[in-house]
């Protein structure tokens, strides 16, 4: 009955992101003037972009080890506001209401869902010169960055540092970039109540060049990174999510067996077909550690995606390959599914119509790669299927 409860709030929210175009369209006069006042306060406030989305989320986990379901409804605020001249502060966060179950042989891999507040990012940046910048603060990683390694950070925001350098030379753009941060991963802290008490550090140094002109982009970034000082109560974590671990009789007692310190690149293209566009991008890592075996430190993933236009929708098709081996990185601190330990494939397809509506359906299959020095060797996880579906609703109010 309470899980009834919980759902019935979730489809309401459901429904209002549903009906908000319509909602929209029935007042639309008076939208405009009251959104010609709130443009002008907010651009006098110094805030140079504003963006509100609202969805919900539908998460299903079905393995022979493990099975889940998670609803989830959020609301998040993306905003770039100038500060002082030359310093801006770019934000992206809100807050999700979740609700789910889940079962596992591993109480190490059990999750809890909860209401909690959420982050992207949330910086601040100060443009030194026209080509030199030093960001501070909880930093985007995002995965669309092309500097940015989708199996050792991306996806998860990082407290520290990030200096970069940036100039174009014709159609080239090239960019250094380096990053001192404290890593982090605070949905996972409270999904599964862990300690990551510590001072766990991460470095990171790359160099991109792109290659850019109408309708046609290419692009290439190396870099490497180094994580130190990781905590006990990490490893003892991760022991149950793919990496190796010497597992304690307590989690204080835990120790990774392998360093973290490797190089990645990644790579992609984007043209267009006629009126449509084609998106190809590969990412590779490797622990360059002497003592991590070969069959341990390598990941690699690709990806394919074709837009298209169906009727007045945007439709974009899109397929994944991977492989991340048990000892790339450390499992707690990766934002994406591209989970240690396993290679697999995901298929998706995403909608978008005018309004700025956005339905997301996807199936991903993962198998187990098999490291005996992880709870894998007391068949503490398996192979998985996981599906999503998605519904947003974005609002850009400046």
């Given amino acids: 009955m309470q899980n009834k409860k919980l759902l019935n709030k979730h489809l309401i929210l459901l429904g209002f992101v549903l009906s908000s175009p319509v909602l929209a369209q029935n007042s639309t006069s008076k939208a405009d ?8 306060t907010l651009k006098n406030a110094g805030i140079d972009e504003l963006s509100l989305t609202i969805g919900a989320k539908l998460g299903s986990l079905d393995s022979r080890t493990d099975k889940g379901t998670v609803y989830e409804t959020n609301m998040n605020v993306e905003l770039e506001a100038e500060v002082f001249e030359h310093v801006d502060f770019n934000f992206d966060g809100g807050f999700k209401y979740q609700t789910g179950n889940s079962s596992t042989q591993e109480t190490g891999r059990i999750r809890t869902y909860k209401p909690k507040f959420s982050y992207k990012h949330g910086y601040f940046s100060y443009k030194m010169f026209n080509f030199a910048k030093i960001s501070a603060g909880a930093l985007k990683n995002s995965t669309n960055s092309t500097y940015i390694s989708p199996f050792v950070n991306g996806g998860n925001s990082f407290l520290g540092v990030r200096e970069m350098l940036l100039t174009k030379v014709g159609n080239f753009y090239f960019r250094l970039q380096a990053t001192q941060a404290q890593p982090q991963n605070a949905l996972l802290r409270e999904t599964f109540n862990i300690d990551d008490n510590g001072d766990p550090q991460f470095f990171n140094e790359s160099v991109d060049i792109t290659y850019l002109t109408r309708g046609f982009k290419v692009y290439g970034a190396a870099g490497t990174y180094r994580y130190k000082n990781l905590s006990a109560d990490i490893a003892d974590n991760d022991y149950f999510w793919g990496n190796s671990v010497s597992k304690g009789a307590t989690p204080d007692q835990s120790l990774y067996l392998y360093d973290f310190t490797g190089m990645y690149a990644n790579a992609g293209i984007e043209f267009g077909i006629g009126n449509d566009r084609v998106r190809l991008k590969g990412a590779y890592v490797k622990n360059t550690e002497s003592a991590v075996p070969d069959d341990k430190n390598t990941g690699f993933a690709y990806v394919a995606a074709y837009e298209t236009k169906i009727s007045d929708k945007k439709v974009t098709f899109e397929a994944l390959g991977f492989e991340n081996q048990a000892d790339t990185a450390p499992a707690f601190y990766r934002g994406t599914q591209l989970a240690n330990d396993y290679k697999g494939y995901q298929v998706g397809i995403k909608l978008e119509n005018k309004k700025g ?13 098999g490291n005996i020095d992880s709870v894998y060797l007391i068949d503490g996880y398996s192979d998985e299927q996981v599906y999503t579906i998605s519904l947003r609703k974005e609002y850009d109010i400046l």
Avoid: D, P, Q, W
Wanted: charged share 20%; aromatic share 14%; hydrophobic share 40%.
């Fill in 357 to 369: 509506f956005k339905t997301e359906i996807n199936y991903m299959n993962r198998t187990v790669l």
């Fill in 33 to 40: 003037v009251f959104n010609s006042g709130l443009e002008s």
